[in-house]
């Protein structure tokens, strides 16, 4: 960040290269590697193809004709063994003609050929220049994209800025040459049949459905989407600076001067949720939503939010790294919490907890942090106090908390399927059961039992499944064994649901509280909750089911029971709310809410609350920590994170990419973070001041201390310490403010009502089991919940096993060994298949006549390889040598010293391209010391097999008179010396590539500890001239 400034265009604006920065060009180098790449492979296999021609001493020309005139039934490329060709090849080397001898064609031929020579040798040559420079160019773009901080540029737009204009001039001007002579290539082949003569006339239609023609073309595409990608972009800013001309404020600015601004935005958001309705096929609702009215809260905490006077010119990338490393940051917190809970564990086990405690925080009263302060003060976090099992109340709490989760989460499914199987909900999924009518004695004979979930003493005595933004599912249930009546809420699963808890604007009690016997005044509550809850109470008192079951009445069988109210989610805020309504009638009512909203009521309100209202939360769970200071907080941290990454943002990038072991957190944020009172003074960082100071005020005008909203009663925070197999948590009783909220995956899973439903029964088994304990081989095991953890070391890993271009090995241990594999690899294949790895010649050399009785050449020896032979020829005229190669016939017979190296060069791949491959993987993901050490040993075992192939050296064929193949070429009389080696040196060179890639290897820890101590060197001495 920010996008760099180009040019500037007449109307005063800049030409920029948004919605990149200048530091993630390194994209862009990627993608032209990419287009690099694709362009080199379309193109080296037409010097492949050269190259396997002088090889295989093949003729390009056949009767004058280039080879590809003639079909594919008249000619085979590989078995062209016309001889000789040694002036043929050496006129295409250099570029003049492909004929051997230019005085035995005609002119009309000759024309032909140099028309087709010309362009194809400009293209060949230019197209090479073009990959070479541009390559280079990409290079240097990386390391100049690697310059500064995202916050602090430090000359690195400058430098860019130069490369691309090179980029957009010069070497575009070089990519119009390429597709130039490419084109004109295309148009002289199909002019001049592709160099045959007039007497092929489907030599055009032939030679353009082979392979070549098809790379070439592919190659032609690729440069020509490259060439007009630059007019695109060119064309996209020129038409986003004419679009923003005369627009001076931005789309909410101008929103917020129209006069129903509000209505507006909550179009918008109603537009949405019908697209969500539509991609759901009406399975989550939403049909009874009226967006103007339903969703005017949400418009307008929107627009507030968006509404800014700073500018901070943030691209796609920055949000990435900044929440990667915002993630990373709270994730060292949550493991330092879990640290804490297992220690706290442990003193719990031996009853030594308790000692010290801070009143104000047991008690959950209201502290100063009301206060809009953007930054969270992690230390106090850790201030929190345990549940004792050695404690009544605790355990009391546990147990109750234990099964009335239970019931919350039968609500959502269970309980009305199990109605509609049995046929007794009027209404479908919607509907309402009522077993007992008005007048009728209120026996439990008649109502529906739950024991199929395990309560057989639990009566279903009310249900309405009512859906709609004022109305919330709910159900009454009679308890038996613990003599209580309870009201059960459901949470969000509609888009009613959706919009109801968006309706998060503070509503006075007042009015609430002169109707049902409280003081309501000052006091607040969640709108959409407040209505909801409203609606249910007005639904309970016409049904009149609580008063007449709990009526103090000596025939009343139900007189003391105690009144219950749970929910989860939604039905948490909801049943926290409907227990403040009925708690002047019924004294002894008791809420148990499970995960509820961050945002239900007021400070004050949930204060009071604490003597009969419970909430639970589990881990990371979000929705009690949606409070609007909590998303003010979120943002500010965002903001600042990219304010504090000290290194560049590729680097950061590669960093929070790396796997990395909890214990190491905290040294790996410090390597890549300022502290925040170290963040250096930059414009950036003037901006976020500015922004901070001004959010602060707004938020205080909009949202008042007094009006702001928490979760109601005393918090029960549930903090997981276990391992991902055994995930255990601690109960500890937590301020209310719940600040932080953690951008991870799991802030979603922990609020799942199944979860929960798990989690606290098996804390009471624990709590009640005297014979838990933590074992110390716990201490680096993670109680974080992190997305696809695995094990590491003995600690989990923030990323996956396989990350791209991760580097785990480090970039110098990756690099090398794959790079020499590869060359060693290039080298085998090479060295196994070409007919020159061995040579015998021949002292008394007869003269060969050539068929054309014009020209002479003598044999001047014969060539082996492993699969191949060749003979040498000697022009003795021009003094050549050319080499004619043929698989050996069927009928020579191969002695042991042969098979020995054809089993050895056999091996040697068989092992080491599988190696390579997994070489190759080294850069995404680690491997381990064992796995290292087999690789290493593997790899010497295949450098020894490689240089084992010498052993031909003792063969027949190199120490007895050679009589294995075409005896026409080779006459018996001829004197022979001994074999020695030709391109047989590329045997030991793959030898010794394949032993420097074993030690190499072997040694990749050490290599990777050098470059870790070379690395910090560097950023020491970097950042103290930063410093200076």
């Known amino acids: 960040m920010p996008a760099m400034k180009i040019a500037m265009c007449t109307n005063g604006r800049r030409l920029t290269t948004r919605p990149l920065a200048g530091d993630d060009f390194h994209i862009v180098c990627i993608l032209n590697g990419a287009f690099r790449i694709i362009s080199l492979v379309c193109t080296l296999p037409v010097w492949v193809l050269i190259f396997q021609v002088r090889l295989s001493g093949t003729e390009m020309m056949i009767n004058n004709q280039p080879f590809w005139c003639r079909s594919a039934e008249e000619v085979d490329l590989w078995t062209l063994y016309v001889s000789p060709p040694v002036e043929q090849l050496q006129n295409l080397a250099n570029g003049t003609s492909f004929v051997g001898n230019e005085e035995d064609l005609d002119d009309a031929t000759k024309h032909q050929l140099r028309s087709m020579v010309i362009p194809f040798t400009l293209y060949l040559t230019v197209s090479l220049l073009y990959n070479i420079i541009d390559m280079v160019l990409s290079l240097a773009m990386w390391n100049a994209a690697a310059i500064g901080t995202p916050v602090e540029p430090r000359g690195r737009e400058r430098a860019l800025v130069s490369m691309i204009w090179i980029k957009m001039t010069f070497l575009n001007l070089l990519l119009c040459t390429v597709l130039g002579s490419g084109i004109y290539l295309t148009h002289a082949g199909r002019v001049y049949n592709y160099g045959c003569s007039s007497l092929h006339d489907q030599a055009v239609h032939h030679y353009e459905s082979t392979i070549w023609y098809g790379l070439f073309c592919a190659a032609m595409a690729i440069y020509a989407v490259e060439l007009l990608m630059w007019p695109c972009m060119i064309m996209n800013q020129v038409g986003h600076a004419i679009a923003l001309q005369g627009r001076q404020t931005s789309l909410f600015r101008r929103l917020g001067q129209l ?12 537009c949405c949720i019908q697209c969500i309705r539509c991609l759901s096929c009406n399975q989550l609702g939403g049909g009874n939503i009226k967006a103007k009215t339903d969703l005017t809260d949400a418009a307008i905490a929107f627009m507030n939010f968006m509404n800014s006077e700073v500018n901070f010119d943030i691209v796609l990338s920055d949000i990435y790294v900044a929440f990667k490393l915002l993630d990373r940051k709270q994730r060292e917190v949550r493991y330092k919490l879990s640290k804490q809970a297992r220690m706290d564990k442990k003193q719990t086990d031996k009853c030594e907890m308790g000692e010290g405690e801070d009143e104000s925080e047991n008690n959950n009263t209201s502290s100063p942090i009301d206060a809009v302060n953007f930054s969270v003060n992690y230390a106090d976090i850790l201030n929190r106090r345990v549940l004792s099992a050695n404690d009544e109340t605790d355990m009391y709490l546990l147990r109750q908390g234990a099964l009335y989760s239970q019931y919350a989460q039968g609500i959502y499914e269970l309980y009305p399927r199990a109605l509609l199987q049995a046929g007794l909900l009027d209404g479908g999924w919607d509907g309402l059961y009522s077993p007992w009518k008005p007048g009728d004695q209120h026996s439990l004979l008649s109502t529906f039992r739950l024991a199929e979930f395990g309560f057989p003493s639990t009566a279903l005595v009310y249900a309405n499944f009512t859906n709609k933004v004022i109305a919330t599912p709910y159900c009454i249930l009679l308890d038996e064994i613990e003599r209580t009546l309870v009201v059960v809420i459901r949470g969000s699963v509609t888009l009613e649901d959706l919009v109801t808890d968006l309706q998060w604007s503070a509503i006075e ?6 109707r049902v016997g409280f003081d309501g005044r000052g006091k607040y509550g969640h709108r959409g909750m407040l209505t909801n809850s409203k609606w249910i109470y007005n639904d309970i008192h016409r049904r009149k089911i609580v008063f007449d079951v709990l009526r103090d009445d000596r025939s009343n069988p139900h007189r003391d029971y105690n009144l219950v109210i749970t929910g989860h989610s939604l039905g948490g805020g909801c049943a926290a709310m409907l227990a403040i309504m009925f708690k002047p009638m019924f004294s002894n009512v008791k809420c148990y809410a499970f995960c509820p909203p961050g945002c239900t009521v007021s400070m004050n309100l949930a204060t009071e609350c604490d003597d009969f209202i419970t909430s639970f939360v589990v881990g990371n769970d979000i929705i009690p920590r949606m409070r609007g200071e909590n998303i003010e907080m979120l943002r500010y941290d965002f903001l600042e994170m990219l304010a504090r990454i000290k290194v560049s943002k590729i680097t950061a990038f590669r960093d929070s990419r790396y796997p990395c072991r909890n214990k190491d957190l905290e040294v790996r944020n410090k390597r890549i973070l300022y502290a925040r009172d170290e963040v250096p003074i930059t414009e950036y960082y003037q901006k976020l001041v500015s922004f901070r100071q001004n959010r602060e005020l707004v938020f205080d005008q909009l949202s008042p201390v007094d009006t702001r909203l928490n979760i109601p009663g005393r918090v029960v925070h549930l903090t997981r310490f276990g391992d991902e197999d055994n995930n255990r948590y601690l109960p500890y009783y937590k ?15 922990d609020h799942s009502i199944k979860n929960l439903s798990v989690v606290l029964p098996k804390i009471v088994s624990e709590y009640e089991n005297s014979s838990t304990t933590v074992s110390n081989d716990d201490d680096d095991v993670d109680d974080i919940s992190v997305q696809s953890e695995n094990s590491f070391g003995g600690d989990f890993t923030e990323e996956p096993w396989f990350v791209t271009f991760s580097f785990p090995h480090g970039l110098v241990a990756s690099f ?4 020499l594999a590869i060359a060693a690899v290039c080298f085998s294949v090479i060295g196994n298949n070409i007919c020159t790895l061995f040579e015998r010649t021949i002292t008394d050399r007869p003269s060969y006549n050539m068929t054309d009785q014009e020209s002479y050449e003598i044999i001047a020896g014969v060539s082996y390889g492993l699969y191949f032979y060749g003979i040498q020829y000697r022009d003795e005229v021009d003094e050549f040598y050319t080499t004619q190669c043929k ?20 091996i040697a791949l068989v092992i080491g391209f599988p190696i390579v491959l997994l070489l190759c993987l080294t850069s995404c993901m680690k491997l381990g010391d064992r796995t290292v050490r087999v690789m290493s040993t593997l790899l010497m075992l295949v450098a020894i097999c490689q240089l084992m192939i010498l052993v031909f050296l003792n063969s027949e064929r190199c120490v007895d008179n050679p009589n294995p193949v075409d005896s026409s070429y080779l006459q018996s009389q001829f004197v022979w010396a001994k074999c020695a080696l030709h391109t047989g ?26 470059e870790a101590r070379l690395r910090f060197a560097s950023m020491s001495l970097s950042s103290a001239i930063t410093t200076k």
């Open 887 to 906: 698989p050996y016939p069927s009928h020579v017979v191969n002695d042991d010293y042969v098979k020995a190296a054809r089993g050895f060069s056999a």
């Open 735 to 749: 301020s209310r403010m719940l600040r932080e909220i953690h951008v991870c995956l799991d802030s979603m899973k």
């Open 259 to 270: 006069e129903d601004e509000e209505g507006s935005c909550a179009q918008c958001i109603g």
């Open 509 to 514: 009690l007042n009015r609430v509280g002169e």
């Open 816 to 819: 090398v060994p794959t790079l």
């Open 985 to 1010: 040196k590329y045997v030991i060179i793959a030898s010794v590539l394949w032993s420097l890639v074993a030690v190499t290897l072997g040694f990749s820890s050490r290599l990777s500890l050098v």
